[in-house]
């Protein structure tokens, strides 16, 4: 009971630390952190709580590493692989060296073996702290992919470099012999992440039961990180690798609803490990400073940890800066601005904690309670200072964050690519497919569907749109519904089983009605995409026009009829109403004149489109 209750305690502290962090916009990681650190002194017990490290490496690592590279675009990381081997391989090694030599430096009694094993371990920057702060203080795309990419796989090094440096405290390895286990780690761990994908993959394309599924998708991180593991191969390569491969074919493999099932028990178990993790990190201070308490000097303690820290910082400061100048900045596609940032982004967390722990216990107690300080002292530093200060350093660098209103403009071509080709299916299917009714209600809601898309994009000075006035009175629709259905069951006028059933219907229609509902993306910047690469020829041709002042669909005001947002041919200079409009005018005129591409005449808006080649320019 009482273990229970702990648990209990634990997981209401994460709750209300995290709801109150969002809050106040703070990162929750570091206020998990903070609180703790205040829960080891102020509960009483809490202190005597070490976390294991074959629990966090073993338990917890390989579900928080599938999490977060099931959910990373394998396609993006193949884009940023120099940069994700330069990180998470080169700069790993190099920082294992230099605080290596500045601990046994500072510290002579520690043997350079030593503090080679706990530089490894300080060395990567967490997948969970990267994921938890990276996306929430505003940074570009490109680069918290550049920083998920990295610390996914730097892990794998790290470990290797820990185990190689703990052989020879107690005896001698060559370069050659750890190069080899490195490569083996490497390669191996791979080789068992495509293997694991190989065999999963056609079982899950099998699996119709969505809760089969999910639970399925419960053992795969085990499944890849154990057996490597034990093959003396990288477990976290292994886990990366069936993540992303899993990820990458996850639309081919699965229904729509074993997916949203499997995304959302995975969200809430990620949400939960992740939060939990930190708490319990936190927790570890008190324990930790009553060891090396008496041990040795405070003022030698706290000058080791401060030349640590500096020296990870500087490190990976140089590193950063240099190699990416040296590439020409192709690297991360970004200024020094970007570089400083990346360099500052650099949180420790959970594996750099458990990798302590073992180191702890593989060197003398003289001094591995001091290095394990040391490398808890990092990961507080790292998330505490550095995730209170990258806001303030982006906002200084004048970096962007991903502008949703471009998001939203490339989901709605997008979303009209796949709407076409779905629609020339219908087409190709004939009239005798189905009844006139039933054809024409399917090509409305592919129509509404897509604009909503647009009107998202849509500057609309008019109101409300079509589709929102529909959202608007369907809501209102289904909360009388289920008010119907509700009484029907306090009057005891259904079963259970039928009410349940209609009550789920209900809940799916507003729950897809809720997702649509997001607020108008806005963006103090001229909206016009522009990839060269994904130009049609005839998007290559268009010369831009600039927007009529003042801009009106003449065919609107002569019909009567208000438009939504306007389109101007960039052949001609015709304005035209869009599809969300009551008119249509801008593909009137289109199917008219046969112009191919048209742009947005709206505040701030400059995309263009091309109707032959469904391509956004």
């Given at each position: 009971?009482?273990?229970?209750?702990?648990?209990?305690?634990?997981?209401?502290?994460?709750?209300?630390?995290?709801?109150?962090?969002?809050?106040?916009?703070?990162?929750?990681?570091?206020?998990?952190?903070?609180?703790?650190?205040?829960?080891?002194?102020?509960?009483?017990?809490?202190?005597?709580?070490?976390?294991?490290?074959?629990?966090?490496?073993?338990?917890?690592?390989?579900?928080?590493?599938?999490?977060?590279?099931?959910?990373?675009?394998?396609?993006?990381?193949?884009?940023?692989?120099?940069?994700?081997?330069?990180?998470?391989?080169?700069?790993?090694?190099?920082?294992?060296?230099?605080?290596?030599?500045?601990?046994?430096?500072?510290?002579?009694?520690?043997?350079?073996?030593?503090?080679?094993?706990?530089?490894?371990?300080?060395?990567?920057?967490?997948?969970?702290?990267?994921?938890?702060?990276?996306?929430?203080?505003?940074?570009?795309?490109?680069?918290?992919?550049?920083?998920?990419?990295?610390?996914?796989?730097?892990?794998?090094?790290?470990?290797?470099?820990?185990?190689?440096?703990?052989?020879?405290?107690g005896?001698?390895?060559?370069?050659?012999?750890?190069?080899?286990?490195?490569?083996?780690?490497?390669?191996?761990?791979?080789?068992?992440?495509?293997?694991?994908?190989?065999?999963?993959s056609?079982?899950?394309?099998?699996?119709?039961d969505?809760?089969?599924?999910?639970?399925?998708?419960?053992?795969?991180?085990?499944?890849?990180?154990?057996?490597?593991?034990?093959?003396h191969?990288?477990?976290?390569?292994?886990?990366?690798?069936?993540?992303?491969?899993?990820?990458?074919?996850?639309?081919?493999?699965?229904?729509?609803?074993?997916?949203?099932?499997?995304?959302?028990?995975?969200?809430?178990?990620?949400?939960?490990?992740?939060?939990?993790?930190?708490?319990?990190?936190g927790?570890?201070?008190?324990?930790?400073i009553?060891?090396?308490?008496?041990?040795?000097?405070?003022?030698?303690?706290?000058?080791?940890?401060?030349?640590?820290?500096?020296?990870?910082?500087?490190?990976?400061?140089?590193?950063?800066?240099?190699?990416?100048?040296?590439?020409?900045r192709?690297?991360?596609?970004?200024?020094?601005?970007a570089?400083?940032?990346?360099?500052?982004?650099?949180?420790?967390?959970v594996?750099?904690?458990?990798g302590?722990?073992?180191?702890?216990?593989?060197?003398?107690?003289?001094?591995?309670?001091?290095?394990?300080?040391?490398?808890?002292?990092?990961?507080?530093?790292?998330?505490?200072?550095?995730?209170?200060?990258?806001?303030?350093?982006?906002?200084?660098?004048?970096?962007?964050?991903?502008?949703?209103?471009?998001?939203?403009?490339?989901?709605?071509?997008?979303?009209?690519?796949?709407?076409?080709?779905?629609?020339?299916?219908?087409?190709?299917?004939?009239?005798?497919?189905?009844r006139?009714?039933?054809?024409?209600?399917?090509?409305?809601?592919?129509?509404?569907?897509?604009?909503?898309?647009?009107?998202?994009?849509?500057?609309?000075?008019?109101?409300?749109?079509?589709?929102?006035?529909?959202?608007?009175?369907?809501?209102?629709?289904?909360?009388?519904?289920?008010?119907?259905?509700?009484?029907?069951?306090?009057?005891?006028?259904?079963?259970?089983?039928?009410?349940?059933?209609?009550?789920?219907?209900?809940?799916?229609?507003?729950?897809?009605?809720?997702?649509?509902?997001?607020?108008?993306?806005?963006?103090?910047?001229?909206?016009?995409?522009?990839?060269?690469?994904?130009?049609?020829?005839?998007?290559?041709q268009?010369?831009?026009?600039?927007?009529?002042?003042?801009?009106?669909?003449?065919?609107?005001?002569?019909?009567?009829?208000?438009?939504?947002?306007?389109?101007?041919?960039?052949?001609?200079?015709?304005?035209?109403?869009?599809?969300?409009?009551?008119g249509?005018?801008?593909?009137?005129h289109?199917?008219?004149?046969?112009?191919?591409?048209?742009?947005?005449?709206?505040?701030?808006?400059?995309?263009?489109?091309?109707?032959?080649?469904?391509?956004?320019?």
């Amino acid at each position: 009971m009482n273990l229970a209750m702990q648990l209990v305690g634990v997981v209401i502290a994460v709750v209300v630390t995290t709801a109150v962090a969002q809050r106040l916009r703070i990162p929750p990681p570091m206020a998990l952190l903070v609180v703790g650190i205040a829960m080891s002194y102020a509960i009483p017990g809490a202190a005597d709580y070490h976390l294991p490290p074959e629990l966090v490496l073993v338990g917890l690592l390989p579900p928080l590493l599938y999490s977060a590279a099931y959910n990373t675009s394998f396609i993006d990381f193949r884009a940023n692989r120099r940069a994700v081997l330069s990180l998470s391989v080169g700069l790993v090694a190099v920082t294992t060296l230099v605080l290596g030599f500045v601990i046994h430096a500072i510290i002579p009694q520690i043997p350079l073996a030593a503090g080679f094993a706990i530089g490894a371990v300080i060395a990567p920057p967490d997948a969970v702290a990267a994921t938890a702060i990276a996306r929430n203080v505003g940074m570009p795309r490109r680069m918290v992919q550049v920083l998920e990419g990295e610390s996914l796989v730097n892990d794998a090094t790290s470990l290797t470099l820990m185990r190689a440096a703990i052989v020879a405290i107690g005896s001698t390895v060559s370069v050659l012999e750890v190069g080899g286990e490195f490569i083996w780690a490497v390669v191996g761990g791979a080789l068992f992440g495509v293997l694991v994908a190989a065999i999963y993959s056609p079982i899950r394309k099998r699996i119709t039961d969505p809760s089969v599924d999910s639970v399925l998708s419960f053992t795969i991180p085990y499944l890849a990180y154990i057996p490597a593991d034990e093959a003396h191969a990288s477990g976290v390569i292994s886990v990366v690798v069936a993540g992303l491969l899993i990820g990458h074919k996850a639309p081919q493999l699965l229904s729509g609803a074993a997916r949203l099932t499997a995304e959302e028990n995975w969200r809430t178990i990620s949400f939960t490990l992740e939060h939990v993790v930190f708490l319990l990190l936190g927790m570890q201070l008190r324990w930790l400073i009553e060891d090396v308490n008496g041990q040795w000097p405070w003022k030698t303690v706290i000058w080791l940890c401060l030349g640590v820290y500096v020296a990870t910082i500087l490190t990976r400061t140089v590193w950063v800066m240099t190699d990416g100048f040296l590439r020409g900045r192709r690297k991360y596609s970004h200024s020094w601005r970007a570089f400083a940032v990346i360099s500052w982004a650099s949180m420790r967390g959970v594996v750099t904690v458990a990798g302590a722990m073992i180191v702890g216990e593989s060197v003398p107690e003289s001094y591995g309670s001091l290095l394990v300080l040391v490398a808890f002292s990092i990961v507080l530093a790292t998330i505490l200072i550095h995730g209170a200060t990258l806001p303030a350093l982006i906002r200084r660098m004048g970096l962007r964050g991903a502008d949703p209103a471009e998001d939203a403009l490339h989901e709605a071509s997008l979303l009209a690519v796949a709407n076409d080709a779905g629609l020339k299916l219908l087409d190709s299917l004939g009239p005798d497919a189905a009844r006139p009714e039933v054809l024409a209600q399917l090509r409305m809601r592919a129509d509404q569907r897509l604009n909503r898309a647009w009107e998202r994009v849509g500057v609309n000075a008019a109101g409300e749109t079509p589709v929102q006035e529909y959202q608007r009175i369907r809501m209102m629709m289904l909360e009388a519904e289920r008010a119907a259905v509700i009484s029907a069951r306090d009057n005891r006028l259904t079963d259970d089983e039928a009410l349940r059933s209609v009550i789920r219907m209900l809940d799916v229609e507003e729950a897809i009605l809720d997702s649509q509902e997001r607020p108008q993306p806005e963006s103090d910047t001229v909206l016009a995409p522009n990839n060269p690469h994904r130009l049609c020829d005839d998007l290559r041709q268009a010369t831009m026009r600039p927007a009529p002042d003042p801009a009106q669909c003449d065919r609107c005001i002569a019909d009567g009829q208000q438009w939504v947002a306007l389109r101007m041919c960039l052949a001609c200079g015709h304005v035209g109403c869009c599809d969300s409009s009551v008119g249509r005018h801008a593909d009137a005129h289109f199917s008219e004149t046969g112009h191919p591409v048209m742009r947005s005449i709206e505040p701030g808006q400059a995309w263009r489109w091309c109707y032959i080649h469904q391509r956004l320019g």
